[in-house]
């Protein structure tokens, strides 16, 4: 039997917690509760947790532990302070690893470059970076997006902007950059930037993985874990786009495996990660998951991010008309003598000449990071340059899209889409670490995909602007939606003028 006393105390315990947690985030923007912890505000404001996430780090001087409830093991530390991140991604990144939970998160991911333990990891870098760096890989990089963008990307902007049509770029972009990530790849373009817009399943699976990979980051790990076993809910839909990608990445691979046995006989050399890894999977025996696994990992490496940035660039230069003319003036500049003939000047070489066009690329990979946020686990106890003490298995996450907003870092006028802040006194890019500007991450895990990005990107850009002005339907509103990349929660509906006719 419970007596009266044991019920006061147990009262004035719940009690004594409640004000002790009141008072030490009685200013904060979330409240610690008792039990629960942090994670009624966490989910009360998921639909803008990025947005949020700045909010708090900006109160706590840029970092801060995040509670969650008792007995869940939810607890983590969340920082935006580029100091902390040097930390632990530079001379201290062999205490931070991945964690366990982290690759039960990205379980989908099998054995590739994201996911896989240190060994195999370090294999997985050495084998993309030496594709990446093939002298055959930027020819055949340059000339993918150029076929692309000339006879896929232009010519269904040339019929949307002649029927005069409200539209979504950033469903072009999807299926731009999945056409074009899938040549890279795979070998294979599915042509899902059509004048019909066709409806591709695997397509849509990606993007659904995505989404539902992000929501286990939110809800408590045993509530997941319990959707997994029983096959209901986001796990179950989740287990249907798996089947459906995995269907469509392993017939690729079949019909990859044909055509070099094929290509063999005819000495006509193909070009596409998948053939290189196959090729070189024929002297190891690591079988067709292997296969899967590093196809999977490099097309959402190359995919969604891709599109996302090209979405919010064109959403920053169509709603910054100052910035608009700026990038055609340097166009006009360097390209004056091609004015009528737009694809000569789509050249990797042509493109790297424009500064101004680099700089506004990489402002708004600075305010809209497609990877928004990153974590780790620390393996021993550690004290970060902000004094916070980390415990080993205690989980860090670093909010990219907060980074790229902290006053501390960017100045006063961070929130500002200005290119004008790369540019160095001589008309160069200033050189910014890339623990500063970290769109691409930092240290021994950053982006393998950077330099082509940023060509690709130069490129697209080039061939939109000059040839269209785009303007964002009054009425449509843009913000972030919630999934492991930063895409337009309702996309980004615009209509264009095209300005040579
Ligand atoms: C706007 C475009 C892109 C952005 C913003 C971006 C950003 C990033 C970020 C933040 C990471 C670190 C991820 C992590 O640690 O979990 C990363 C890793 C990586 N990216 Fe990119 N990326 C982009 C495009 C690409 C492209 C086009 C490719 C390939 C062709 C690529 C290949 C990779 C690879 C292989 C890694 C894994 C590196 C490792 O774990 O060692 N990325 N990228």
Known sequence: MVGYAEILVAFLFFLFLFLFHWIRYRNSPITNWPVVGMLPGILSNAWRIHDYATLLLKHHGGTMEVRGPSFTNMNFVMTSDHRNVHHLTGKHSSNYERGAEYHEIFEILGDGIFNSKLEIWK??????????????????????????????????????????????????????????????????????????????????????????????????????????????????????????????IYERIEISKRKIRKEKNEEAPLFDMLTAYIEEEEMGQKGDKFLRDSALNLLVAGRDSMSAGLSWFFWLVATHPSVESKILEEMKGRFASKEADWRSVLGMNEVSKLVYLHAAICESLRLFPPVPYLHVCAINPDILPSGHRINPNIKLYYSLYAMGRMEETWGEDCLEFKPERWISEEGGIKHIPSYKFIAFSTGPRSCLGKETTMIEMKMVATAVLWNYQIKVVKSHSVSPNVSVVLHMEHGLKVKLTKRFV
């Open 123 to 248: 294999s997985n870098r050495r084998m993309i970076h030496s594709l990446l760096t093939h002298s055959k890989f930027e020819l055949f990089l340059e000339k993918t997006i150029q076929k692309k963008v000339d006879s896929c990307l232009i010519p269904v902007l040339d019929y949307i902007s002649q029927e005069e049509l409200e539209f979504d770029l950033q469903d072009v972009f999807h299926r731009y950059t999945f056409d074009r990530i899938c040549c890279l790849v795979l070998g294979f373009d599915p042509e899902c930037l059509s004048i019909r817009f066709p409806e591709v399943s695997y397509q849509k699976a990606f993007t659904k993985l995505e989404e539902i990979i992000f929501l286990r980051h939110i809800v408590p790990r045993s509530f997941w874990k319990l959707q997994k076993w029983l096959q209901i809910g986001q796990e179950k839909k989740l287990t249907e786009a798996q089947k459906i990608v995995d269907q469509f």
